[in-house]
């Protein structure tokens, strides 16, 4: 592994995540008070996610669905779904719902970028080669998001949406995220983040050839 895939990448996580959430904490407060006023719940979500090397931790997101969400239907969410709150719709689309892992990338459990970290029911059935995705720390962001940043439209067409993100989309997911793990670098984490701030400002998806 490269120097930057060793030491650079943390360090720079750790500056990067602490910038943003002090410039950020004014909309990090505004977001909070909104989700309070507007449903029942904490306003953190918290829920068990496989990082690095199989190692386990709890992510965390502003809650944008009600309570009890992961128990009243799949670990998967669709366009549409009733478990989204109103101003969760919003989060969601705009990807505010991700911020607090920024408390994730300081403590060391997460990148900056980076595949994104999946429930344990789903890496239980990764092939050994799906299994490398999980050699780097797993990200906000990573190419894969940013491809299918659709997903939740994709879901809301299928008939079984459970199969269709296992069989279907977790594959294709996957073959970003191993070809992120052999492309680890500086340019290559600049070139992601540019996408995403791209990808959220215009509304889009990348194109899969961006990264191919």
Do not use: H
């Not at 953190?44 to 931790?57: D, W």
């Not at 670990?75 to 911020?99: H, M, P, Q, W, Y």
């Not at 994104?116 to 029911?121: D, H, M, N, V």
């Not at 069989?167 to 500086?186: A, C, G, H, I, W």
């Amino acid at each position: 592994m490269s120097f930057y895939a060793r030491v650079g990448k943390r360090i720079l996580d750790f500056v990067v995540a602490a910038v943003i959430l002090l410039c950020l904490s004014p909309i990090l407060l505004l977001i909070a008070i909104a989700i309070k006023l507007t449903s029942t719940g904490t306003v953190f979500f918290r829920q068990q996610r496989v990082g690095l090397n199989g190692s386990k931790f709890y992510i965390v997101k502003f809650r944008s669905m009600v309570v009890g969400a992961e128990n009243r239907g799949a670990g998967i969410t669709s366009s549409g779904d009733a478990r989204v709150t109103r101003i969760g719709r919003f989060l969601r689309k705009t990807k505010l719902d991700e911020l607090p892992q920024l408390f994730n990338v300081l403590v060391g459990e997460m990148s900056l970028v980076g595949p994104r970290p999946e429930l344990s029911k789903y890496v239980a059935n990764y092939t050994p080669g799906q299994l490398q995705s999980l050699s780097v720390r797993p990200g906000i962001t990573s190419m894969a998001s940013i491809v299918f940043r659709n997903e939740e439209e994709l879901l809301a067409a299928a008939t079984d949406k459970e199969r269709f993100y296992v069989e279907t989309l977790l594959p294709e997911k996957n073959e970003f995220d191993r070809l992120y793990v052999q492309r680890v670098s500086f340019a290559t984490d600049v070139k992601v983040a540019f996408r995403t701030l791209d990808a959220v400002i215009r509304n889009r998806n990348a194109d899969k050839w961006d990264f191919e």
